[in-house]
């Protein structure tokens, strides 16, 4: 009778010591759950990439909500590689909000290839492939190809063309005009498109004068269906040639 007390005795023990097991993991569960509950992830920087596009692509959805977790996920992945982006700085701020800053490649305009995209940065390096059209990343037309060879060096007819790209490009994304594409004919003049305005820009060597005025007039003639002809403009007042596109 008393070794069946005992035994028991000894059965409640362990099973209060296993009850208060549970019982304070369950506390510091909960403690874990809220004091570390993500209540924001701030994400500066994108611009070919929604939040939640960007964030799927380094984390999983379970990590995300919790700051501790999505800090032990990064800690053991490592920094993970995406498309266009050079690389990301992740700074906790507090408990429960995450500040993540990305720096994005710098990409100077793109060609087209066989259906693929395929985006060279300033230095003239094609970096990246899409089977879609980045936002902001105007298409370059009317290139003659050498080679193009993904991670090198673009090779086009004339190597002083680059400089040319790259002169619009940077003029472009300065004066914030969203062009979609810049042709060049069998002379070397310049077109530039975006949504509804075809801009001739002419040859010449540097690109800024007629761009700066096209930001000028950009907002008197934005959304509508017009070519207007810069190819001419010197900087001083003259009138500046526009016409409707036909319908």
Do not use: W
């Amino acid at each position: 009778m008393k070794n069946q007390k005992k035994e028991l005795h000894n059965r409640t023990r362990v099973l209060i010591r296993i009850a208060a097991i549970f019982c304070i993991a369950g506390i510091l569960l909960l403690i874990f759950i809220n004091v570390f509950r993500t209540e924001e992830i701030r994400v500066d920087g994108l611009s070919y990439y929604t939040k939640e596009e960007f964030l799927s692509k380094i984390s999983g959805e379970a990590a995300r909500k919790n700051t501790l977790l999505f800090r032990l996920e990064q800690f053991g992945n490592g920094q993970r590689t995406v498309p266009y982006i050079e690389h990301y700085d992740i700074t906790p701020e507090g408990n429960n909000v995450i500040h993540i800053r990305v720096y994005e490649k710098i990409l100077v305009g793109c060609v087209k290839i066989m259906g693929q995209y395929l985006y060279f940065d300033k230095d003239g390096y094609v970096t990246e492939s899409s089977v879609e059209q980045l936002p902001g990343v105007p298409l370059v037309k009317g290139l003659e190809f050498e080679r193009i060879v993904l991670y090198e060096p673009l090779k086009i007819q004339k190597d002083e063309l680059y400089d040319v790209i790259l002169n619009i490009t940077k003029a472009v994304r300065e004066y914030e005009i969203p062009a979609i594409s810049i042709s060049f004919n069998g002379r070397g003049e310049v077109e530039l498109e975006t949504e509804t305005l075809t801009v001739m820009l002419g040859k010449r060597t540097a690109y800024d004068l007629p761009i700066q005025k096209l930001a000028d007039i950009y907002p008197s003639v934005q959304g509508r269906k017009l070519y207007i002809d810069l190819s001419g403009y010197d900087g001083g007042k003259g009138d500046i040639i526009a016409k409707p596109k036909p319908e």
